[in-house]
């Protein structure tokens, strides 16, 4: 997770960041654009981080628990239903 960022973290599991079609439905499901497609690897665009507006459409496109958005102003953290 990125340390300087002001309002939103985002976490992604190590273990899916090479997943190419996760890389591909994350990227096309996020509308501020936070996660791209880095030749079939998760990649987090740091510049759009604190776009986001916690819909949580990265979430429900991922397998439960491999995203993670910590509101960092609220130490919140909006993750998959165990």
Not at 31 to 39: Q, R
Not at 49 to 76: F, N, Q, R, T
């Amino acid at each position: 997770m990125r340390s300087d960022a002001i309002f939103i973290g985002i976490e992604v599991d190590d273990a899916v960041t090479g997943d190419a079609q996760l890389a591909a439905k994350l990227a096309e499901v996020c509308p501020v654009d936070i996660f791209a497609d880095a030749g079939g690897k998760v990649d987090i665009v740091d510049g759009n981080i604190d776009e986001c507006i916690l819909c949580a459409m990265c979430i429900g496109a991922a397998p439960a628990g491999a995203v993670k958005v910590h509101k960092l102003y609220s130490e919140e953290l909006l993750d998959a239903p165990a």
